[in-house]
């Protein structure tokens, strides 16, 4: 019994202190939620600005400095293996907006060179005909993975369709070093 004589008996108390919660915890994760959102978004940089609308029947082909004339040739005439195809048809622009910055960025760092993109004619659709088309091309031109682009052959859509050229990532960079180093 010596070893329980220094033991007090605990109050017999019907109290339980739960702790306050009116809304600040699911407040702080919202705001927090909604932080990481404009993060997220704020990497777009892709422009929603009005553009000068392209027809719907014109090609629409984009080649930066340094593309070599049969790389972008043979990017026209459809020969590269498409790895990927984002079908953009029917989406409103705030969604093609984000789907293509996207679909572009993840391309890129997984490795693709050739992907395709479908924006359809979008005869009859406001703001104006044609608009995927007409940002799209806008877009492609603001993207630093972006080599070249230009309107795909009618067997992959034709002018409803683009063909995108992407440069390499970092790591296809060093496999390029690595193997025509010197040696």
């Known amino acids: 019994?010596?070893?329980?004589?220094?033991v007090k008996t605990l109050k017999n108390d019907d109290k339980v202190f739960l702790k306050k919660t009116n809304g600040?915890?699911?407040a702080k994760q919202l705001r927090?939620?909604?932080i990481k959102?404009?993060?997220r978004n704020?990497?777009?940089?892709l422009t929603l600005a009005d553009i000068d609308p392209i027809a719907v029947e014109d090609p629409i082909q984009f080649k930066q400095e340094g593309v070599q004339d049969l790389v972008y040739k043979n990017l026209?005439?459809?020969?590269y293996a498409i790895e990927s195809t984002l079908?953009?048809?029917?989406?409103?622009?705030?969604?093609a907006h984000k789907e293509v910055f996207d679909f572009i960025t993840h391309a890129h760092i997984r490795g693709l060179r050739c992907v395709l993109m479908r924006h359809g004619l979008n005869q009859d659709k406001k703001p104006f005909s044609g608009y995927l088309k007409s940002y799209l091309n806008v877009w492609l031109q603001q993207m630093p993975e972006v080599l070249a682009f230009h309107s795909s052959q009618m067997q992959h859509g034709g002018v409803k369709s683009t063909y995108v050229l992407l440069k390499k990532n970092k790591?296809?960079?060093?496999?390029?070093r690595e193997m025509h180093k010197l040696k």
């Open 1 to 6: 019994m010596a070893e329980v004589a220094d």
């Open 24 to 26: 600040n915890e699911l």
């Open 171 to 176: 790591q296809q960079k060093a496999e390029n």
């Open 76 to 79: 026209r005439l459809g020969k």
């Open 32 to 34: 927090r939620e909604a």
């Open 87 to 95: 079908n953009m048809q029917h989406l409103p622009l705030e969604v």
């Open 37 to 39: 959102n404009e993060q």
């Open 42 to 45: 704020s990497k777009n940089f």
